[in-house]
DNA sequence: CGCAGTGCTGGGAGCGCTCCCAAAAATCCG
DNA sequence: CGGATTTTTGGGAGCGCTCCCAGCACTGCG
């Protein structure tokens, strides 16, 4: 092309060329040229770095704007070696799980920091090995200039990979068994064990938990709070089922669990969806809540408002935790080291204790 | 760095430098010379391309294998001038609209489809005008292989703009004035109908509704689905009040429409949350729901099923909006000319009518 | 007035891949 | 078995950008 489509003294007018529509996108080597400087220089100009002066500074200004030239991302991150997005991965068996309104909350986090910055935001949901694949790739070929991860469950492959991956990391939340280097949580046990102790302050003695999964370092970690709590409170703290988080869990495990302590009184459920299968399966029973037996949820969903009664459980601050995640990779990007965050919770009261 | 720490003569041999960790990802350069073939040859066996042999395809794949190459996705993108991503873009005002779970489900719905091919996917919230303006670059520089641009108010700049955009473009729900070249959407009218006919069916005469934003295109059609219903019925339509889809604005609406026609027995509401907010005012007013008046809402939220009384609503198929948005844009990424696309809307039935 | 110092400037060499194309090798066929 | 086909092969030229570096034009100062 180097002189092949081009008789020189003939390609120095470009200006408007009106009949072509398919006009291509302008390129650096356009600006410069119409600018009248190198591309070099006009390449400075642009990622405005020293050793321009300010005519030239400006003449690359005009032409950017008289041709309407936009950088091609993808040129420069060859070039950079580094790319100009970020991935938020979501790793885990269910390819619903995405659907949790808190990812949705996280996402709005997330982008409200990186829309300061240039970063595009990719969105890897690694729920099939397939995706799992790709997500490992992007780690390993560093198509993304950073990731976040999220809620891995138990012995979660990707976790010791990405935790020492070439490309910055942080995590969302702490995986069971495996304390990343950097990551941003909530304080999970902190509010079981908020949550369980308003149960205890409003005087019930027969304290339940139904936990979520317990592969899952949130899952735990809110079972131990429970424990915490009923340990310093000098009460028996083995009244325990298990639930998955779900409405549907929810409510088989608060069956079992009146059928083997029907004199309960309290009932800390590590999820608002469970907490509403539990209240329907209460109300069923014929036990009034509060008043025969008091619950406390946790996630703060919003349905958690509209149930009968309002219920009391934990919030916790999923914007930050999205927000958080996003600052703490960007300073990583740019060679910090910053520390874990633990984000509190928080009781929110209303009607079900 | 060219020549200060590589004395030449030395950095020959680049096997088994195994004392460098930084080892940087092979090169489909290193892959041919490993293989013995030349980089042409090792480029079309890679992307099995015809006119390679099949011992040099043999040759390929197990230097592929070995050194563990993957192709660097940003120098195929820079070569072959397109993307391996497309965008899925929220454009609006309000930068927590995307916290609807409405959203979360069409991302499930997207990547459902996209993981079967190679394309990532990025996602864009253009709420500001900062986001507007790189959804915007997204579209003219072509960094995405294709848009998906879901939800504009009114009149959106970038619904024009986006229809005629050098990248194929499919909308998801039709903007308001304005009918997309690619669109999927449901059938908003067609199931606001359904809901309003439910509601005369079941013997109501005096049918409000309340609206949801007027300016998007789904709460335009639901109010016109209201209208027709109620126009073959021949009732009166003219009880109509407006919210913003918010249940706030379900509360406010259901409020002035409750002093303005006392005797109203039925309304059909354009958004479960305005509904549970309507919901609530009406029990405030001692109106029994159903008895006294009939309700209906729409898009079947989770929360639906556990208001008091269990809300009949209309469902729509989010999952598959999302999945079929990303089948019309695969089609039109590949040539094809996709017809747009109405999905079919569904009358839950629960027991507030 | 000459020379070191300082700041600009633009050419060139990549980044890793694709793709065109001419040349070489393999195949066919009268 | 030679020439015409057909297939395979690899070199080279980009894609649009960044960044190094040598070359310049200034400035200031002894």
């Known amino acids: 092309m180097t002189g092949i489509g081009f008789r020189p003294g003939q390609a120095k007018e470009n200006q408007q060329v009106t009949t072509e529509t398919p006009r291509r996108q302008p390129t650096l080597e356009e600006v410069a040229e119409r600018a009248g400087v190198s591309r070099s220089a006009a390449s400075r100009a642009i990622n405005n770095a020293p050793h321009v002066s300010r005519a030239k500074r400006e003449a690359v200004q005009r032409a950017i704007d008289d041709l309407g030239y936009v950088p091609n991302a993808t040129a420069r991150a060859l070039a950079t070696q580094q790319a100009g997005a970020v991935v938020l991965a979501i790793s885990g068996d269910d390819p619903a799980m995405f659907a949790d309104p808190f990812f949705a909350e996280i996402v709005v986090g997330v982008n409200s920091v990186l829309e300061e910055t240039e970063l595009e935001l990719m969105l890897s949901l690694a729920t099939s090995s397939r995706g799992q694949a790709r997500l490992e790739q992007v780690l390993r070929t560093r198509q993304a200039a950073g990731v976040m991860l999220m809620s891995l469950h138990g012995d979660d492959p990707l976790?010791?990979?990405?935790?020492?991956?070439?490309?910055?990391?942080?995590?969302?939340?702490?995986?069971?068994?495996?304390?990343?280097?950097?990551?941003?949580?909530?304080?999970?046990?902190?509010?079981?064990?908020?949550?369980?102790?308003?149960?205890?302050?409003?005087?019930?003695?027969?304290?339940?938990?139904?936990?979520?999964?317990?592969?899952?370092?949130?899952?735990?970690?809110?079972?131990?709070?429970?424990?915490?709590?009923?340990?310093?409170?000098?009460?028996?703290?083995?009244?325990?089922?298990?639930?998955?988080?779900?409405?549907?869990?929810?409510?088989?495990?608060?069956?079992?669990?009146?059928?083997?302590?029907?004199?309960?009184?309290?009932?800390?459920?590590?999820?608002?969806?469970?907490?509403i299968g539990a209240l329907r399966v209460l109300s069923k029973a014929g036990r009034s809540v509060p008043a025969d037996v008091a619950l406390v949820g946790f996630n703060d969903i919003t349905s958690a408002r509209h149930t009968e009664p309002p219920l009391t459980t934990v919030n916790q601050p999923i914007h930050a935790l999205g927000r958080e995640m996003a600052k703490m990779l960007l300073a990583l990007m740019s060679g910090d080291q910053p520390s874990p965050l633990i984000l509190p919770t928080q009781l929110v009261i209303r009607s079900s204790v």
Chains 1, 2 share one sequence.
């Open 159 to 275: 976790a010791a990979l990405a935790d020492n991956a070439s490309v910055p990391v942080v995590f969302g939340g702490r995986p069971l068994n495996f304390e990343p280097r950097y990551y941003v949580d909530a304080d999970n046990r902190g509010g079981a064990r908020l949550a369980t102790e308003h149960l205890v302050a409003a005087g019930r003695r027969r304290i339940a938990t139904i936990t979520g999964r317990l592969d899952e370092g949130a899952g735990m970690a809110r079972l131990q709070g429970f424990q915490d709590a009923l340990a310093v409170a000098g009460l028996d703290n083995s009244l325990i089922d298990h639930g998955d988080f779900s409405e549907e869990g929810g409510s088989l495990a608060m069956t079992r669990l009146l059928d083997r302590a029907p004199d309960l009184d309290g009932v800390f459920i590590a999820s608002d969806q469970m907490a």
